[in-house]
């Protein structure tokens, strides 16, 4: 390939990873690899100045702006930053600085490059007024609603010596507490995991419904203060002010007075940044004063200021000794690699993730192959490549099972899912293991007394066949039961007993458990796809276990936020005798099988059969009452614009998007007067 046609190439290609990135949140490579091959088009333009293409990604900050959200421009541009991987590229940046500044002393801020999305946040009056994505750079997407989500954004600043206008920047991220509890929370229903952090909070940002956002707890660090006129001297007295004025502001940086420091800082948060609470990717290295960033200016993309140090994830190489076949709640199975044990970012690794049949054929690998691990976001490392350089005659073909590993049952797999998955849902161990741990947990019928190997001994003993057995157990029958269990790992051994406090303490719970709301007793049942949410918002509109156990799924999907999916598998899961004799047998034990019915009393019925949504505030009725009044009336809430949508209720400071949209599908728009008058039953006249 001649340099031209690899430029266009290249070009191309990395557009395409640019655009799944920021618009779809999707990495389809490892960030590593794309900065590679940018670093080979920047050298190849360089070269080769008359091939550069007008629209190379070089050039350019990689995300757009997209339809669904308001436009906004921004103050000073939001760029992107430098990045190397090498010490020797570090020295060079330092004598550019040193270079430019010719002479003058300088130091540097060295910060943890927080590996999220670029969010600013305007302040008007020490009020938040405005948040936004970085998008192309020039303009981003209006996202202030789902940033107030973020508990750490102050929604006011109190100092008075705040300038009446300013812009903070910051990075917004997912910790990784809360992306292994959504993701678990995900697992434990059947729904698809996320993917890395990174990604998902890039996702969440751009999610239209804040209530929804506000679910994930997000969190942002801010790194950046910005006026006009400027009101400090260096980056580090805007670092200080921020955090006295109540910012978040990460507490990891430091100020360093050579290139020297830098490196120190950098070797020591090597290993040191996999105990903060988030991912980061690298360091950020910024010239402290002011005046001297000014000097030093900027590129079409990046200060010329600042460069960020990425570290290479952390790898090794280790012997693919075994593959576990774990079942889970829902019957898929996963891959788990069992490793020759390795040390890797200070721990050592026996175990990494295979994710499913599909990852083993990706990666080509064989057992007994060496193999490469890495430590990225999540907490269990991922294997990453082969070393086929010593491939072995020793290297076996990895035969994916047939049948389930815990029952024999052959194997199945849906149409358009990854993983296989084992049907026996009833005698399947593993299987119904789950289901009681499900069952027990604290949003469900909270009995974890129970946790920790005591389930798996009264299922060997046959005390239980299935949760609703739980309520017939007595202290006669658990009083004084042992098992040992021995760690396949580590060898060692651990009881399980049941002397007279634990026996007091888990039938006390038991009996708790009955008192436990309609909705975790619903969640408790362990339907695919009904989470937490969906329990509540079933129980709330139904207001007992037999409404919705009869319910068609006609009548599922009016329930707020249903989708065809969820409903299809309550209607599945109590079409089943064995489900329905189970639900008889809690009912018998005296669980909770009425709810409040939270859904408004029927006030009329002339929005039957309409569907609403609304954009804005209103005079007359807060978000709540609206919602409210429209279901009174027999009116269903949509949650976005669709041609579904009949009509669209719009208020004061309505979002341009959505109605843009509605206008585009011929969704009749609503004022609020127009509403009202909808909801009046108009009496007849003398005249029809
Ligand atoms: N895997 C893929 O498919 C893919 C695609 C596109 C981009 N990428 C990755 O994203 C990178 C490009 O993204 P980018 O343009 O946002 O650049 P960048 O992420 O390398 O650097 C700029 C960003 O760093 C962030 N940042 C974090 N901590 C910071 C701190 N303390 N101070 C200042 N900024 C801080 C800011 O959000 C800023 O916008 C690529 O180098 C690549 O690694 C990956
Ligand atoms: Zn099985």
């Known amino acids: 390939m001649n340099p031209q046609e690899r430029i266009a190439e290249l070009t191309n290609q990395l557009n395409q990873y640019n655009h799944q990135y920021y618009q779809n949140s999707i990495s389809e490579i490892d960030d590593f690899t794309f900065d590679k091959l940018l670093a080979e088009l920047g050298d190849l333009e360089t070269r080769y100045p008359d091939f550069r293409q007008p629209d190379s990604p070089t050039a350019r900050v990689g995300g757009t702006i997209s339809k669904e959200f308001s436009t906004v421009y921004h103050r000073f541009p939001m760029l992107s930053l430098g990045n190397t991987y090498s010490e020797e590229d570090l020295v060079e940046f330092d004598k550019r600085v040193q270079k430019g500044l010719n002479g003058q002393e300088y130091d540097y801020i060295c910060e943890l490059k927080f590996d999220g999305v670029a969010l600013s946040m305007t302040y008007e009056n020490g009020v938040l007024v405005q948040g936004a994505t970085r998008g192309d750079g020039v303009r981003g997407d209006d996202i202030t609603n789902n940033i107030r989500t973020i508990r750490t954004v102050p929604l006011r600043v109190n100092a008075t010596d705040v300038p009446p206008l300013f812009e903070v920047r910051g990075e917004g991220f997912l910790p990784l507490v809360e992306f292994e509890r959504i993701n678990k929370e995900r697992d434990d229903i059947g729904e698809a995991l996320l993917a890395n952090p990174r990604n998902a909070a890039s996702g969440t940002f751009k999610q239209q419904d804040s209530g929804a956002v506000a679910k994930r707890r997000l969190d942002c660090f801010l790194y950046s203060f910005l006026s006009e006129p400027e009101i400090f001297q260096t ?80 790898a090794a190489s280790t012997v693919l000794n075994g593959i ?15 490793l020759t044990p390795v040390l890797l970012a200070g721990t050592i690794v026996k175990r990494a993730s295979l994710h499913n049949a599909n990852e083993i054929e990706r990666l080509g690998v064989m057992m007994h192959d060496t193999v490469f691990v890495e430590k990225g976001g999540e907490i269990i490392p991922k294997i990453t490549h082969v070393d086929l350089s ?5 290297s076996q073909p990895i035969i994916y099972p047939t049948t389930c590993p815990a029952c024999g049952t052959p194997l199945v797999r849906k149409e358009s899912e990854a993983n296989f998955y084992c049907p026996n849902e009833r005698g399947c161990p593993p299987q119904r293991q789950a289901r009681f741990e499900h069952f027990i947990q604290r949003r469900a019928m909270n009995i974890e007394s129970l946790g920790e190997g005591k389930i798996e001994l009264l299922i060997d003993r046959g005390l239980v066949q299935t949760p609703a057995d739980l309520y017939s157990l007595t202290a006669d029958n658990l009083l004084g039961i042992e098992k040992i269990f021995i760690n396949e790992e580590s060898g060692k051994k651990r009881i399980v007993s049941f002397q007279k406090k634990t026996v007091e303490n888990i039938l006390t719970a038991i009996d708790r458990s009955k008192a436990r709301p309609l909705s975790s007793v619903l969640f408790g049942l362990g339907i695919r796809y009904v989470g937490n949410t969906t329990a509540e918002r079933l129980a709330d509109y139904f207001g007992s276990l037999d409404g919705i156990m009869n319910a068609s799924q006609e009548a599922l999907l009016l329930v707020p936020d249903m989708g065809p999916r969820i409903a299809e598998s309550v209607v599945a899961w109590f079409a089943d005798d064995y489900n329905r004799e189970f639900v008889e047998r809690l009912r018998a034990a005296g669980l909770q099988f009425f709810g409040e019915k939270k859904v408004v009393e029927q006030e009329g019925d002339t929005l039957t059969g309409k569907t609403f949504l609304y954009t804005g505030t209103f005079a007359n009725f807060s978000r709540e009452e609206l919602e409210s009044r429209i279901e009174a009336n027999g009116g269903r809430l949509l949650s976005g614009i669709s041609k579904k949508l009949n009509y669209l209720i719009v208020g004061e400071n309505a979002g341009p998007s959505k109605v843009e949209k509605a206008k585009k599908l011929n969704v009749p ?20």
Request: aromatic share 10%; hydrophobic share 40%.
């Open 235 to 314: 980056h580090e007295e805007s670092l200080i002010a921020m955090k006295q004025w109540g910012f978040n502001v990460s507490q990891t940086w430091r100020k360093c007075a050579d290139i020297r420091e830098v490196m120190q800082y950098i070797n020591e948060w090597e290993t040191n940044r996999f105990d903060l609470p988030l991912n980061t990717d690298g360091i950020v290295i910024k010239v402290n004063r002011y005046d001297q960033q000014r000097d030093l200016g900027f590129t079409a993309k990046s200060p010329r200021w600042a460069i960020a140090f990425k570290y290479k994830a952390l």
């Open 324 to 338: 576990q076949y774990q079942v889970g709640r829902t019957g898929a199975v996963t891959p788990v690699a069992l």
């Open 390 to 394: 010593r491939r072995t005659d020793l």
């Open 669 to 688: 728009l609503l004022g609020e007067d127009e509403f009202m008058a909808m909801l009046v039953d108009h009496p007849k006249t003398e005249e029809d």
